[in-house]
């Protein structure tokens, strides 16, 4: 499993639209809005879903979403898991 932090760049006008849309997916936990037009969330996926690739989408999906912009990345289990699996070999 991947865990991201992220600030969430919107367009200032849709912001609360946005975080309204972002907390119905289940891989997203948001923690607010900052100056107006990030949103503040947590990302947590599945070590089946690429976590870069996943960004990409809900930025893609959502044009009142300018930039979705990591500040913390954390993908201990999956490096653990791709160890474990080296030994196994």
Known sequence: MAIAGVAILTKKEEVQKVYQRLEQLPEITTYGIHEGHYIVAVVETT???????????????????????????????????????RKDA
């Open 47 to 85: 070590p089946q879903t690429n976590l870069k690739a996943y960004l990409e989408e809900v930025q893609n999906n959502d044009p009142a979403i300018l930039g979705i912009y990591p500040a913390y990345v954390n993908f201990e289990d999956e490096v653990s898991e791709i160890e474990i699996d």
